[in-house]
């Protein structure tokens, strides 16, 4: 792909345009608000001078309910040869671009699954969409030249393609990403007026599960918006759920120690089933779940420590699959976790023990 256009460069647009550019397609950014194109460009994303032809290919990356028009508005610009969105639901921008009477030959729907709680260009990074499914949802008549432009955009992420019906898209990831997203805001929400005392001792598995409450709520209300019926209906299983684990509790509290079994067994089981469901989340590129070890470092809490070990586990030819860190409350240090494969465990720990890293 020579040359792109991103059209909203927040953070998903800009991820991908760092992404673009690094492989040598020239990015062309706009956006609504031209601080966050400026910002976008000043990180290396791309220019901010408008194209002087028809590009390769307009990434429309704005929220889903402006996807529509803004298809409209740069298909009657002539601004790309091929256009696609990155819309978290598909089938309401599909709604609307079949409203406004798009030409639908030359787009094609597209869904990374990849993101994160922060929005707005400086939370963006080029590697986000690395070893992730992106979804691809064509329309009947999209041109199979659109196609194989959204399959190169993918290709150039570093993202693993899935092509989908939308609808069939939208329950999907009502289950995979709407229903988690409501549920970690839930969890959040009982913080809001804990004690601080309480707040304080938060640990990795609260932090864990609410990550993604941190989320834009308006970007959330509108992909919620657009598919509320299939999320409501999720919610109302779990709320089945949530009534049994409850009564469980309670029967836990019984006099009776039949009854108390009963509790046990029922809290149990919905345990058990949170195994089950959670052992099959696929790992990157779709592969089976992969188990990672962590090593853990103890760092101060400076600037340059984190690249600093990074570039140590590089030299030690050791790829980071995730990391968390976790800052020790009114101390100067962080313990940062390197979740690594299994078989690079003791070539990591032996090559920083000998750089004299304080391992946990
Ligand atoms: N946040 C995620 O984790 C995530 C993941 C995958 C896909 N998405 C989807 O990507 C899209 C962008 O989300 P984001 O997280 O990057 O949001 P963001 O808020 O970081 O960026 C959106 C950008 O779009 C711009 N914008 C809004 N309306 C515009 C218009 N009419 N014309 C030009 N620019 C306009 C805004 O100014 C903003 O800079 C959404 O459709 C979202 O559903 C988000
Ligand atoms: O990891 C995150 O922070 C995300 O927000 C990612 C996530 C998800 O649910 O997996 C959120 C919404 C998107 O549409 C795609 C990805």
Known sequence: MRTAVVIGTGLIGTS?????????????????DHDAARTAASLGAGTVEPPEGMVDLAIIAVPPARVGQVLADAQREGLARHYTDVASVKAGPRQDVLELG??????????????????????????????????????????TETLNAALELVALCGAVPVVMDAAAHDRAVALVSHTPQL??????????????????????????????????????????????????????????????????????????????????????????????????????HGAPPTRYEDVAVLIGDQPGELARLFAEAGRAGVNIEDVTIEHSTGQQAGLVKLAVAPGAVPTLTAALRERGWSLR
């Not at 673009?20 to 609504?32: M, N, Q, W």
């Not at 260009?121 to 041109?143: E, H, I, K, S, Y």
């Open 183 to 284: 549920l970690a805001s839930l969890v959040a929400a009982r913080l809001e007026h804990a004690p601080d005392n309480a707040v304080r001792l938060a640990g990795p598995g609260i932090r864990d599960t609410t990550r993604i409450a941190a989320s834009d709520p308006r970007l959330w209300v509108d992909i919620l918006s657009a598919n509320a019926g299939v999320v409501a209906d999720i919610l109302e299983e779990v709320a089945a759920d949530l009534g049994g684990a409850v009564s469980g509790l309670r029967a836990m509290e019984a006099a009776d120690a039949a009854k108390r079994g009963e509790g046990a067994a029922a809290v149990a089981d919905v345990l058990r089933r949170g195994n089950v469901g959670r052992a099959r989340i696929p790992g990157k």
């Open 102 to 143: 798009c030409d639908t030959r030359s787009y094609i729907g597209s869904h990374p699954m990849a993101g994160a709680e922060r929005n707005g260009p400086l939370a963006a990074r080029a590697d986000l969409f690395d070893g992730r499914t992106w979804v691809l949802t064509p329309m009947p008549d999209t041109d």
């Open 16 to 32: 991908a345009a760092l992404a673009l550019t690094e492989r040598g397609t020239t990015v062309h950014l706009r956006d609504a």
